[in-house]
Nanobody, 129 residues
Framework: VQLQASGGGFVQAGGSLRLSCKPSGRTFSNYAVAWFRQTLGKEREFVAAINWSGGSTLYADSVKGRFTISRENSKNTVYLQMNKLNLTDTAVYYC???????????????????????WGQGTLVTVSS
């Protein structure tokens, strides 16, 4: 399965964007999903994660209070609502699945990159001043 992130674009500092993540060919409604981001020359960093039901979330300190992760399992989609964007939020945003955290094994969420799999192509978010 591959995940497709969409919704990126250009936005002024202080503005908002909503990203969407959908799998191709399969459902991911029974699994935890996370958003990561990456800028040129830097490691891919954790942004936010959500468990299979949407009842548990985890955020990086840098986005806490500004970003909200959510999901609609009926639409097989995970969202990242990004508000109060600033220049440091400019990056390619990726979504990925944690195959070890599921409906039947709902352990605490993690921001460790190696726990996630099925990365897609990402969507570019550019914040301008």
């Amino acid at each position: 399965v591959q995940l497709q992130a969409s919704g990126g674009g250009f936005v002024q500092a202080g503005g908002s964007l909503r990203l969407s993540c959908k799998p191709s060919g399969r459902t991911f409604s029974n699994y935890a999903v996370a958003w990561f981001r990456q800028t040129l020359g830097k490691e891919r960093e954790f942004v936010a994660a959500i468990n299979w039901s949407g009842g548990s979330t985890l955020y990086a300190d840098s986005v806490k209070g500004r970003f909200t992760i959510s999901r609609e399992n009926s639409k097989n989609t995970v969202y990242l609502q990004m508000n109060k964007l600033n220049l440091t939020d400019t990056a390619v945003y990726y979504c990925a699945v944690d195959p070890t955290r599921s409906r039947s094994r709902d352990s605490p969420l993690t921001g460790i990159r190696s726990a996630y799999d099925y990365w897609g192509q990402g969507t570019l978010v550019t914040v301008s001043s």
